[in-house]
């Protein structure tokens, strides 16, 4: 890297001889690309991908950019979008967001499964499963528009979109979660969505998993979504089952979308618990089947491993539950269930209910239905990483290197043309973030500069703490903010607002 002491440039940045992925699934080619005031200003192709030394025209000349960066042999692409993330607190506490960053993401959508950092207006401990946020003293936001303004003031060093969730908002205004709520809480709910719609809100999510939202039928749901379509905002649910009834879940939230006459999102698609192993044809050929009449995608990490609360519901001993923290017997965190089961001589609900409230990695997938669900046209990819986790998830560091190493370059699911396009330009036309996930002149310049040959997800269940391998540098609106694997301490992300979303929603 190199800077010039002039200051009359006409570029802030300039990368030369990149190979460059646009995030569109177009195949790769060697450019220069000029950044000014924070969006891409310029790309000049050099020649073709398979000789750089061959130039097609012009080059960017070095000395009409404040910093040059020399990208032979790397490939730029568009900075990483994670599109189901629980960073909704962290953003604002922990404004580094050195786990996102280190692995090229510039973007996070928060507000998945139906919890929210905003609105909330907590009466005592955030119910289940709002706690992954955080304790009471996170929720600082009894509006949608404190939030935006927060984040506004923080300033992190990634982008931030939010959806609202539905737990969140039940919990604002019901005195129990464990029964559907009233017409007149419903236009309570409505309210609080509307006033996030219109600062922005990406749309609404549901947890209809956890015990908390379980109680909330359908009707609710298709109620509290009906404001949805004006603003031209989406549906994202994490379904009411990932297990057994898991066609069922997917035909509620096909209902739900079609009820609102807006666009699905299924969170964290899979198919989870021995029983559903093999099961994901089915699933996606109910997803096709949807997709002839509705709008429909989904999101889905590279792993065979989920993690959330300790839910009973899941407890079993058919695969292996690690517990990753316990209020109770925080002692216990980074053992195996079944360990801590046979030490206390009890079963395994019954040392899950006196470990609660806990977290847990459940390895209830297996490797055929991850792939199939990540290769499909429809999916892209979101982290689901839960960053107050002691014990975290691997997710939370490593998702987006281990699609483009271990799925990608060594596996061969699908090009890295395709990955790319799946953490990327797919997931901006998804979620409306206008003039993002394209390496194109007049986007935002969020951008990821990596080694295709070294790029690896670093992170176990073990060690889940570990930057990722291979990234080279990462710009978010035109900012250098990753280099040389540290943080360069400048934050440039900002609070983007609900953007216009393509209408085609299986564009590969």
Excluded at 441 to 446: K, L, N, Y
Aim: net charge negative; proline share 6%.
């Amino acid at each position: 890297m190199a800077a010039n002491s002039d200051t009359a440039f006409a570029y802030d940045t300039l990368i030369r001889g990149a190979t460059v992925i646009d995030g569109s699934g177009a195949a790769a080619r060697v450019a220069d690309v000029g950044l000014r005031h924070g969006r891409i200003a310029r790309i000049v192709d050099i020649g073709p991908d398979d000789n750089p030394d061959d130039d097609a025209g012009e080059r960017i000349p070095a000395n009409t950019a404040a910093e040059v960066i020399e990208a032979d042999g790397l490939v730029l692409a568009p900075g990483f979008i994670d599109v189901h993330t629980h960073d909704d607190t962290n953003v604002v506490r922990q404004p580094e967001m050195t786990p996102k960053l280190s692995q090229g993401v510039t973007t996070v959508v928060v507000g998945n499964c139906g919890i929210s950092a905003a609105p909330v207006a907590l009466r005592g401990e955030p119910p289940d499963p709002m706690n992954l946020l955080g304790d009471a003293d996170a929720f600082r936001y009894p509006s949608f528009a404190a939030y935006v303004a927060a984040v506004q003031a923080c300033r992190p060093a990634v982008n931030v979109a939010a959806l609202v969730g539905h737990t969140a908002l039940r919990s604002n205004h019901l005195d129990r979660l464990d029964r559907a709520a009233s017409a007149d809480e419903i236009a309570a709910m409505r309210a609080q969505l509307q006033e996030a719609l219109d600062h922005g809100a990406l749309g609404l999510s549901t947890g209809l998993a956890y015990a908390n939202a379980f109680a909330a039928p359908t009707e609710e749901v298709l109620a509290l979504a009906e404001p949805l379509a004006r603003a031209g905002a989406l549906y994202a649910t994490h379904l009411r089952s990932g297990f057994a009834e898991i066609l069922d879940a997917m035909d509620e939230a096909f209902r739900i979308g079609r009820h609102a006459r807006v666009p699905v999102v299924i969170s964290h698609l899979k198919c989870a618990g021995v029983g559903n192993w093999g099961r994901s044809g089915a699933v996606l050929a109910s997803l096709d089947a949807a997709q002839r009449w509705q709008p429909v995608g989904c999101d889905c990490y590279p792993y065979t491993a989920s993690s959330s609360t300790l839910d009973l519901k899941q407890v079993t001993g058919d695969f292996d539950i690690m517990v990753t923290w316990s209020t109770p017997h925080p002692e216990m965190g980074g053992r195996l269930l079944a360990d801590i089961a046979a030490e206390w001589q009890v079963d395994l609900h019954e040392a899950a209910r006196r470990l609660q409230p806990a977290g847990a990695v459940y390895h209830c997938m297996e490797d055929a239905d991850v792939d199939r669900i990540l290769a499909h046209p429809a999916t892209v990819i979101g982290s689901d990483g839960l960053p107050n986790d002691p014990l975290p998830h691997p997710r939370l560091w490593g998702a987006f290197p281990r699609v483009l190493g271990h799925y990608s370059r060594d596996r061969e699911l699908f090009p890295l043309t395709i990955a790319i396009a799946k953490m990327t330009g797919l997931s901006a036309e998804r979620f409306g973030l206008a003039g993002r996930g394209f390496v194109r002149e007049g986007h935002w310049a969020d951008l990821v500069l990596f080694d295709a040959a070294t790029i690896r997800d670093a992170a176990t269940f073990t060690e889940p703490m570990q930057p990722a391998e291979g990234i080279a540098a990462v710009w978010v609106n035109g900012t250098l903010s990753w280099s040389q694997r540290r943080a360069t301490g400048a934050r440039a992300g900002r609070f983007l607002p609900r953007g216009e979303r393509s209408p085609v929603m299986t564009d590969s």
